[in-house]
Antibody
Framework: EVQLVESGGGLVQPGGSLRLSCAASGFTFSRYAMSWVRQAPGKGLEWVSVISGSGVSTYYADSVKGRFTISRDNSKNTVYLQMNSLRAEDTAIYYC????????????????WGQGTLVTVSS | DIQMTQSPPSLSASVRDRVTITCRASESISKYLNWYQQKPGKAPKLLIFAASSLQSGVPSRFSGSGSGTDFTLTISSLQPEDFATYYCQQSHSAPYSFGQGTKLEIK
């Protein structure tokens, strides 16, 4: 059974940093691209970032480029999102998700999602 | 960047109704279009990928069609558990944008 468990969310002041983790199980982690998608309170879904199975390829939304860094440790079956220079508008539930195809390349078709972790940026 | 526009933003319907939600891309995305269902307090669920491929375990009353810039999600006979918010998402190129969502409510 595929499981994705996010952690690391919480309350942080504007300008602060936070690192989210997503622990995966139930599939061959290194064969799948992984992504982060967020949802501000009462709002729609916003794609944040994606990383290929090998970790070589990464992409970011313009709204987080230069501030957020996605990475993965295939030996730990974990994907990370390092978030720096946080702003109030980054407040959201952050979901990690597994890509649909096992090629390792980025298809950006999230078929399994974690339960999400809440990040609140406020003074 | 590719913009995704869904219509309508909200929709009221009854059980056993046939419902169609549309999604338009600002430029051609071939068939790189996916549909998700989200219920309150839950993570999104993949319904349809590559415009018309039904995800495993998803009931056959859900179907998708379209290519290029215009796409539709159809629910052939609404069931009580289908009342939720639906999102389209393009997987053609980064940034991988979502539509703004369509909230399907009980009439």
């Amino acid at each position: 059974e595929v499981q994705l468990v996010e952690s690391g969310g919480g309350l942080v002041q504007p300008g602060g940093s936070l690192r989210l983790s997503c622990a995966a199980s139930g599939f061959t982690f290194s064969r799948y691209a992984m992504s982060w998608v967020r949802q501000a309170p009462g709002k729609g879904l916003e794609w944040v970032s994606v990383i290929s199975g090998s970790g070589v390829s990464t992409y970011y939304a313009d709204s987080v480029k230069g501030r957020f860094t996605i990475s993965r440790d295939n030996s730990k079956n974990t994907v990370y999102l390092q978030m720096n220079s946080l702003r109030a508008e980054d407040t959201a539930i952050y979901y990690c998700a597994k890509d649909h195809y096992n090629s390792g390349r980025i298809a950006m078709i999230p078929d399994y999602w974690g339960q999400g972790t809440l990040v609140t940026v406020s003074s | 960047d590719i913009q995704m526009t869904q219509s309508p933003p909200s929709l009221s319907a009854s059980v056993r109704d046939r419902v169609t939600i549309t999604c338009r891309a600002s430029e051609s995305i071939s068939k790189y279009l996916n549909w998700y269902q989200q219920k309150p307090g839950k993570a999104p669920k993949l319904l349809i990928f590559a415009a018309s491929s039904l995800q495993s375990g998803v009931p056959s009353r859900f179907s998708g069609s379209g290519s290029g810039t215009d796409f539709t999600l159809t629910i052939s006979s609404l069931q009580p558990e289908d009342f939720a918010t639906y999102y389209c998402q393009q997987s053609h190129s980064a940034p991988y944008s979502f539509g703004q969502g369509t909230k399907l409510e009980i009439k």
